[in-house]
């Protein structure tokens, strides 16, 4: 692998930058891997580079439908924070921050890691209420978090409605400052460069068709490039692990939702932290080329045609507009939509499935993108050794049946709005 | 945005429902334990022609079946439940 670096840059900027190598090869697939990843977004890379850097297991390929990074990837308000209520998730998400917080050095690709701060607003004294307890029991874990009063917000955000008859009026927040924001992009293309160096073949325009299993074990994929045979299957598809564990016959407690965002033209600074809310769910930040990027809430019905409706949009825009007025003056640029994997207690799902040698890492509602590196380590892990690391072994599937969900809203079994 | 023809009110926009859930996940009252984990947790999810349980909430009110296809959005059939159907029928 070519090494990026300053000095690199410049010297192939003096030759019009014409002979840069490609970042990672095309192979053919072949016959036989020991480990078969399905799915090239950002986790399923993840986990293929992790299997090779950790683990040592070269012999492992990555499946993809599509392009690497095109589903859910490339499709999400790109924020990354630990801040979670449920102690489960506290420790798989913050295991998770730790390795954003190295990953541009480690992968030699810079995934443009933002620590610029997640800000929860509150509202109302209840919210401030519930902001001051999730703060004390993030502390309690050594998460980073502080309560911030009306005074302290405005400095940070001088462009939100701070004015006495504001629609949202806000009385403080809670702010991670080690949260932020990363490129979407350049994690997937990043871990896939990285693995692409340690042996691992990536294989994109290859849709897994069906499972060679017998006697309940997993043999290998059939594919629409050819039957590929592994000892191991990792199943990283999320948006889509209900169809693909279908093929294997397995049903999940998996509903496929949708979940938009949209951003608006490229504007000068001025917002530079991340900002949400206890109370309505409204996401607002704004990327590195000057779009504010917005996102709310899922679109709260079955669907996996990445096509939004309308009104979602509409009360997302609304609320944004109520909390940072000038926003109303700008233009949408663009609108997109990526189907999510909603689980039913609102937490991922890692680890085995019923069927030996074939494992699952999906039902990540939509809070996915924050966990890519946590969650590709714990699954390569867990395909490595066949047994789950003990961060992502409250996250099997058995949990369900055993009453042991993990439920951050609490809002018992069905697809979490919230 | 879905228009949704409730047999009592009409077509409608779809901000007037509200998705309920899929009919594989109705549970008997009778189940057995690990039947009921079933239909409580486990769904076909099916990417295509799905039954679905909807609430015409900011309407009638109605709980009505649609049988909808997940990628499409096509509606082939808008149903009453159970005594509400004779009503429409009226």
């Not at chain 1, 990445?306 to 009104?311: E, S």
């Not at chain 1, 890692?350 to 040698?357: A, Q, S």
């Amino acid at each position: 692998m070519k090494r990026y670096s300053t000095l690199g840059l410049l010297k192939a900027g003096l030759s019009g930058h014409r002979d840069w190598p490609r970042a990672w090869r095309d192979p053919e697939p072949r016959s036989r891997y020991d480990i078969v990843v399905i799915g090239g977004g950002g986790h399923g890379l993840a986990t293929a580079y992790y299997l090779a850097r950790q683990h040592g297991i070269g012999s492992v390929a990555v499946l993809e439908r599509g392009w690497i990074g095109g589903g859910n990837t490339g499709r999400n308000t790109t924020i990354v924070r630990s801040n979670y209520r449920q102690p489960q998730l506290q420790r798989l998400l913050e295991y998770s921050l730790k390795l954003w917080e190295g990953m541009t050095q480690e992968l030699n690709y810079n995934v443009m890691f933002s620590q610029r701060g997640a800000v929860f607003l509150g509202h109302s004294d209840s919210d401030m209420t519930r902001l001051a307890e999730r703060g004390d029991a993030l502390r309690a874990h050594g998460i980073d978090a502080e309560l911030m009063t009306r005074a302290e917000v405005a400095r940070l955000i001088p462009v939100l409605d701070m004015s006495p008859d504001a629609r949202f009026p806000v009385q403080g927040g809670l702010i991670q400052r080690r949260g932020g924001t990363a490129r979407h992009d350049a994690v997937a293309w990043g871990y896939a460069r990285a693995a692409d160096a340690l042996g691992v073949d990536i294989i994109q325009n290859c849709e897994v068709t069906g499972f060679s299993i017998r006697g309940g074990r997993v043999e290998g994929v059939e594919t629409t490039r050819g039957t590929i045979g592994a000892d191991r299957v990792g199943i990283c598809v999320a948006g889509h692990s209900g169809q693909v564990a279908g093929l294997a016959g397995l049903k999940l407690p998996i509903e496929s939702h949708l979940l938009q965002a949209f951003v608006s033209e490229p504007i000068k600074p001025m917002i530079d932290t991340v900002i949400m809310s206890q109370s309505i769910h409204c996401y607002i930040s704004q990327s590195d080329k000057g779009e504010i990027v917005l996102g709310g809430d899922p679109d709260l019905y079955p669907t996996y045609s990445q096509r939004g409706v309308p009104m979602r949009l509409e009360e997302v825009a609304s609320q944004a507009i109520a909390l940072v007025p000038a926003l109303s003056r700008l233009r949408m640029l663009r609108s997109w939509a990526g189907t999510t994997d909603m689980s039913f207690d609102g937490s991922p799902i890692i680890g085995d499935t019923p069927i030996e040698g074939l494992y699952l890492n999906g039902g990540w509602c939509y809070g996915g993108f924050k966990a890519t590196p946590g969650s590709g380590r714990l699954f390569a892990h867990h395909l490595a050794g066949g047994e789950a690391h003990e961060i992502a072994a409250p996250f099997a599937l058995d949990r369900f049946a055993r009453g042991a969900t993990i439920d951050e809203t609490g809002a018992g079994p069905k697809a979490q709005d919230r | 945005m879905l228009r949704i023809a409730c047999p009592y009110c009409g077509r409608r926009a779809q901000a007037e429902f509200v998705f309920e859930r899929a009919l594989d996940a109705i549970l008997p009252l009778d189940e057995t334990p690990v039947a009921a984990v079933e239909h409580l947790f486990a769904r076909d999810n099916p990417k295509g022609w799905s039954w679905e349980l909807w609430r015409h909430t900011a309407g009638c009110g109605a709980w009505l079946k649609l049988h909808r296809h997940t990628v499409t959005h096509q509606i082939a059939a808008v149903e009453t439940l159970g005594a509400s159907a004779q009503d429409a029928g009226e």
